[in-house]
């Protein structure tokens, strides 16, 4: 079955830390990639997705995304963190042939950022 | 600008009692709709989704049911909730694309947090 696997339900880190969060999955053909973030009390947002080209993605407030087709990954990192990066954070994966839209998210990352 | 508007942002029920919780777009036309629920270390979980109106599809067997009046509307239900019914529901909506092309993505809702006492 397609699933996506998200490595760390809990990570709790110090301002200035560097992140990574893993994201694995497991569909066979071409995939969307993305992730998506949650501030407290916030709607979803989109962080940043992959489409095709360059592995390395680039999204906002200094987020990227690396896609590593062989190891069927899409890891989140962050080099310096801060402290309003405090969020939970979902990876979601879509097939290129799906006509209707379905994402299939990770159980989430809950991310603590200390002062 | 697109938007979606998902009301109540909170609700406390009784077992047994009806639910309707409602998403509107505004901003666009023909757009491809879902209800997700949101558990606690559970991710996000598909229950609906539409792709026109009166067209509803089903990923989960459950006590919920959903309906699509309108083309920007889309409207989750239950005639008795259930304890298990509690959780956090987000609508989400997505352009129409062709099949092999790029999405672009969900644009979601600030979600109800539904509590079945």
């Known amino acids: 079955a397609q699933s996506v696997s998200q490595h760390n339900h809990h990570v709790i880190l110090s301002e200035a830390a560097s992140l990574e969060l893993g994201c694995n999955y497991s569909?066979?053909?071409?995939?969307?990639l993305f992730w998506y973030v949650q501030y407290p009390g916030q709607h979803l947002q989109l962080l940043l997705k992959?489409?095709?080209?360059?592995?390395l993605v680039k999204g906002i407030k200094g987020f990227e995304a690396e896609f590593i087709k062989s190891k069927f990954s899409f890891n989140l990192r962050k080099p310096s963190v801060q402290w309003s990066d405090t969020a939970e954070y979902f990876c979601?994966?879509?097939?290129?042939?799906?006509?209707?839209?379905?994402?299939?998210f990770g159980a989430g990352t809950q991310v603590v950022v200390t002062p | 600008s697109q938007t979606i508007h998902q009301w109540p942002a909170t609700l406390v029920q009784p077992v047994g009692s009806p639910l309707s919780l409602e998403c509107t777009v505004e901003g666009t036309s023909n757009p491809n709709l879902y209800w997700y629920r949101q558990a606690a270390g559970r991710g996000l979980q598909l229950l609906f989704y539409?792709?026109?109106?009166?067209?509803i599809s089903s990923e989960v067997p459950q006590n919920l049911s959903a309906s699509r009046p309108q083309d920007r509307q889309f409207i989750l239900s239950s005639k008795k909730l259930l304890l298990s019914d509690s959780g956090f529901y987000l609508c989400?909506?997505?352009?129409?694309?062709?099949?092999?092309?790029?999405?672009?993505?969900?644009?979601f809702g600030s979600g109800t947090r539904l509590t079945v006492v």
């Open positions: 569909y066979g053909g071409t995939v969307n």
């Open positions: 979601a994966v879509i097939m290129t042939t799906d006509s209707w839209g379905k994402f299939q």
């Open positions: 989400a909506w997505s352009n129409r694309r062709d099949r092999g092309s790029p999405h672009r993505g969900y644009t």
């Open positions: 539409s792709v026109g109106i009166g067209q």
């Open positions: 992959y489409f095709s080209g360059d592995p």
